[in-house]
């Protein structure tokens, strides 16, 4: 198999799709649309899963676990929820297979084990729970309901994209409970900006932050918080989304709670969610037409130490070597795969690296065993230093640091170079055709509107932003009065 | 709720399914067969995933995730492995709901979305892993493979009881691949081996290692291992299994390699798990009347701090005390809860924490302030003891080593008192029936004769064991000669 990827400047979406199957992220599997997720891909995955948790805990939620299947008749209650979905359900229609009389070692879906009732396999869960917090919960006291689930959902989609949009995926989803309107709108903010913490702190991508609109929100919200990132093609992509579902799922499963003062109320709902699409982000963010580019907070091997021998005396000489650095390096927590496979070349691992996007190599071969040195190059810039051993430890650890922050700051800048003020629709239109990335417009907040400027340019309100300021103006669509700009743009 | 249990001897069953639901660990959902873990629960099963994580990881292996489908045809390839879970299939038909317009608001299955090839949901994934190794295998390079998941199955179970035979359970499924059948059967037994340990270690409970007698082999499989471990009302539990599979799934998906002299050869097969089910275990094996009891090494909450107070003053002044020994604890990484609740009286906590079986209560009242003690009492064994403050640490660190130690060989001298060597039919019937527990007997190797066995006592054999000698003798029930006695009990 050639490492060499298609370059992005070429086909963007084939140097994606590559650079998925040849740095072993993922691959498509026998069934329609959903993936295989290989275990460096799994390890990137556990990396953000593991931190994404701890920030979870940090802010009072805990863990549990739901069923994978919905009764139909609980999926249908909040018929906004079940409307938005049932399109894209996989439905559980029996329970048994039986042995195919015709043909000898087949087998046939048993007649005589139709479900009484059809199970749609979840594609989120907040009907299944909202029928279990009706038990729950009684009186005020048995508020907030802080929790979360690691799962896998289905959304049967016509068009998948390895990582991007798959029948099955892997995700996260909260869902809370409380008391007032109020604690569920600040549970549901905070946790949109956990997304955005997470998603700028360890994987260095720069998001916005803002609110849907109208037709871009979760089927079953009041209102939907999101985190929108940019990727290098200019196309947006939808990093976490965090919904406001005020009393909708409440009223439809007839959940109540005495307050102190013995009146019944409507529990206040949130849920929000990030998935494997993350991994999506990753890539197309940082990643060059060499290959993979991982942050150091999230790559399974931050380091990787290549020898160069010849011979097995300079082998063993060089390995000792090797391992104590790898060790003085796991002393700070650094996580160091040390390659002494001897049936391949160092180039082979150098291309493998490069390609898998380990932050930092460290090479050590003969003379550095004579100069007691290393050479350690970065992947990001590809620059590339000879030092002491005897600083390795301290230079690793600033340059993994360094690496991070320039990752951040590299995507920072280009978001920055890629987003256009635009005031009227020609401009529009060219912005989005031509250079892409968001353009921030005044638009009339109506969905007609947006709708038409989707059919024409493909791009749609990322979001409101939490952040701008109210700005008067005249939407580039219609020319009627706008309170503030939006953020357009065509997306993933 | 009362928070009184129905006590162990008097209808065991029911003490189990009191002590799930009022130790708030899992119950029983609006799916058929399919429970949801509680925070609580779910807290065990985080500690149990942790640990056995990282014995995969320390032996070599990598986690990735396969899909939740599996195709029919794939499914089938398999004979013997589709023959033995064809019973308990939930199986996807269709990918679509749509409005049933006879109804407003309701949804049906959407005929017209039938799918072409029906998707089993997994109740284990050899077929489809086996079928994406194919494309992974080409050269003894690529050997050996050592993946496991952690994921859901659903095997449609017709009688369900909490953890321990539910619908959907969540666990692990590991999947090797190996050039010899050497290699393969070492690592069958090494992980076979990881789940001994963990079991004993963390879930302090005694397990015996053994192979399955034929009928009682995983279905696919050409050798299975396993650990057994005995429960208090004298019934064992199959707390794990690792199976050795030859070339069987090698064979039905035509995954061969090539040797290093060039030749193809099949590749060899293992694959092993344990799941949500060893929560079921660990509760038989160590509660009381009284609640649930928890080995430290796996509570999630190792040590609670309940302050007995009058007013604010005394309040505040102990809760700073109750904080500093939280924070002084957790420096040696041991997991406090400081139930500073103001709601809830003492008493209510005792009861609360006796039920959820907390291995550690530290209370701390005015006296406690004045002589700078605290009052630090176990749940095994409801021993109490007031130290001073300042040995808090140095005092939990052993009481938690000690009970941890304690519950390993309560557990392992009621296991001793409760197996029963016998030599004729007679005496087996009466043991069975009268004491329970295991019977160590000789079994003429037949399948017919298990059988017989099995439908006359409802005892199975459970396993051969690995550490059994040699000794010949007389099977107790057809009188043919056996190589050596096997261990037979009834089971969960």
């Known amino acids: 198999m050639t490492k060499k990827l298609t370059p992005r400047g070429k086909d963007y979406s084939k140097w994606y799709n590559e650079i998925v199957l040849k740095a072993d992220l993922a691959e498509n599997s026998a069934v329609r649309g959903c993936m295989v997720i290989k275990p460096y891909g799994y390890a990137i995955w556990e990396k953000m899963q593991e931190e994404l948790d701890k920030m979870f805990k940090a802010t009072g939620h805990k863990n549990a676990y739901f069923p994978l299947f919905v009764p139909k008749s609980l999926f249908e209650a909040e018929e906004k929820n079940a409307e938005g979905f049932?399109?894209?359900?996989?439905?559980?229609?029996?329970?048994?297979?039986?042995?195919?009389?015709?043909?000898?070692?087949?087998?046939?879906?048993?007649?005589?084990?139709?479900?009484?009732?059809?199970?749609?396999?979840?594609?989120?869960?907040?009907?299944?729970?909202?029928?279990?917090?009706?038990?729950?919960?009684?009186?005020?006291?048995?508020?907030?309901?802080?929790?979360?689930?690691?799962?896998?959902?289905?959304?049967?989609?016509?068009?998948?994209?390895?990582?991007?949009?798959?029948?099955?995926?892997?995700?996260?989803?909260?869902?809370?409970?409380?008391?007032?309107?109020?604690?569920?709108?600040?549970?549901?903010?905070?946790?949109?900006?956990?997304?955005?913490?997470?998603?700028?702190k360890f994987m260095a991508i720069p998001v916005f932050q803002g609110t849907k609109s109208e037709s871009e929100r979760f089927a079953g919200a009041v209102e939907t918080y999101c985190i929108e990132a940019l990727m290098q093609d200019g196309k947006a992509l939808q990093a976490g989304t965090s919904h406001f579902l005020g009393q909708n799922f409440a009223k439809a499963f007839d959940v109540k709670f005495a307050t102190d003062t013995g009146k019944l109320n409507y529990v206040w709902a949130t849920s929000w969610g990030v998935s494997t699409r993350l991994i999506g982000a990753l890539i197309m963010t940082h990643s060059d037409d060499n290959g993979l580019v991982l942050p150091p907070n999230l790559a399974p091997d931050q380091v990787v130490i290549v020898p160069i021998y010849k011979g097995d005396i300079q082998h063993n000489e060089i390995s000792r070597v090797a391992e104590q650095i790898k060790s003085d390096l796991e002393g700070k927590n650094i996580r160091v795969k040390f390659d002494n496979r001897d049936k391949f070349k160092p180039g082979f691992k150098f291309n493998e690296y490069k390609l898998k996007g380990v932050p930092l190599r460290i090479v050590i071969g003969p003379k550095d065993l004579e100069n007691k040195t290393i050479e350690v190059s970065r992947r990001d810039d590809f620059s590339k230093n000879v030092i002491d051993q005897n600083k390795t430890v301290e230079y690793v650890e600033n340059q993994l640091d360094d690496m991070q922050e320039a990752l951040f700051e590299k995507a920072k800048k280009f978001r920055e170079q890629n987003i256009t003020q635009v005031d009227n629709f020609v401009d529009f239109k060219k912005v989005i055709k031509e250079k892409g990335g968001f353009v921030l417009a005044h638009w009339d907040g109506s969905v007609s509107t947006e709708e038409a400027i989707k059919k024409e340019t493909k791009a749609t309100i990322r979001c409101i932003p939490f952040d701008t300021q109210k700005n008067e103006g005249k939407c580039v669509y219609s020319g009627k009065t706008s309170e503030r700009r939006v953020l357009f743009a065509k997306a993933y």
């Open 86 to 200: 049932a399109k894209e359900c996989a439905v559980v229609t029996h329970y048994r297979l039986k042995s195919d009389e015709k043909q000898k070692g087949k087998l046939i879906v048993d007649p005589d084990a139709k479900l009484e009732e059809e199970l749609v396999v979840r594609p989120t869960s907040e009907a299944l729970i909202w029928n279990t917090y009706k038990t729950w919960i009684q009186s005020y006291r048995d508020l907030p309901i802080l929790i979360n689930q690691w799962s896998n959902v289905v959304r049967w989609e016509m068009r998948t994209r390895l990582f991007l949009r798959t029948a099955e995926f892997l995700w996260q989803e909260g869902h809370t409970a409380h008391a007032t309107k109020e604690e569920a709108l600040k549970e549901a903010k905070l946790m949109n900006q956990v997304y955005a913490d997470f998603v700028e």
